[in-house]
């Protein structure tokens, strides 16, 4: 993957846009200090070399009775490709997976499941140990959300 250089202005528009999505051409080119075509060129060419991936609205989770986030931890039951790809393949088809994660450690895939509450957990799990081989399966309940950002750390570049 090639990387692309961010200056520090694209770094500006990198932090409007990842913080509200809905700004305008206009008031982004306007916070960083430059005139809207050499700003729009930018944001194109950040869109294009895939650095914006997508603009997406973030929803409340806790609105839409979604108040149960579960840490699930699985280990493998085996270690190659083709137990990779079907596991892969089988955590996909779960809407409520909305993170998933191939970890290193104890525990070998990490993924972060949200739910209405323990029934809906429970059907999850359910689905989830069903028709796939699997050696050991852990969970954890969040208590309580400390900390939750979509907004990437941009002070390195």
């Given at each position: 993957?090639?990387?692309?250089?961010?200056?520090?202005?694209?770094?500006?528009?990198?932090?409007?846009?990842?913080?509200?999505?809905?700004?305008?051409?206009?008031?982004?080119?306007?916070?960083?200090?430059?005139?809207?075509?050499?700003?729009?060129?930018?944001?194109?060419?950040?869109?294009?070399?895939?650095?914006?991936?997508?603009?997406?609205?973030?929803?409340?989770?806790?609105?839409?009775?979604?108040?149960?986030?579960?840490?699930?931890?699985?280990?493998?039951?085996?270690?190659?490709?083709?137990?990779?790809?079907?596991f892969a393949r089988h955590?996909?088809?779960?809407?409520?997976?909305?993170?998933?994660?191939?970890?290193?450690?104890?525990?070998?895939?990490?993924?972060?499941?949200?739910?209405?509450?323990?029934?809906?957990?429970?059907?999850?799990?359910?689905?989830?140990?069903?028709?796939?081989?699997?050696?050991?399966?852990?969970?954890?309940?969040?208590?309580?959300?400390?900390?939750?950002?979509?907004?990437?750390?941009?002070?390195?570049?």
């Amino acid at each position: 993957m090639k990387e692309i250089s961010i200056d520090k202005i694209d770094r500006a528009i990198l932090g409007l846009l990842q913080t509200n999505a809905d700004l305008s051409v206009t008031e982004v080119a306007e916070q960083v200090g430059l005139t809207t075509t050499p700003c729009w060129r930018r944001i194109q060419r950040l869109q294009q070399n895939g650095i914006v991936t997508k603009k997406v609205a973030l929803l409340d989770a806790s609105r839409l009775a979604l108040t149960t986030t579960v840490f699930v931890q699985v280990k493998a039951a085996r270690h190659d490709g083709k137990w990779l790809e079907q596991f892969a393949r089988h955590v996909e088809g779960f809407y409520e997976v909305v993170e998933f994660y191939r970890m290193s450690g104890e525990y070998d895939y990490l993924l972060k499941v949200l739910v209405k509450d323990m029934t809906s957990f429970d059907y999850f799990y359910k689905r989830l140990v069903k028709g796939i081989d699997l050696n050991d399966v852990t969970s954890s309940f969040a208590m309580e959300q400390i900390k939750y950002s979509t907004a990437l750390p941009l002070h390195h570049l």
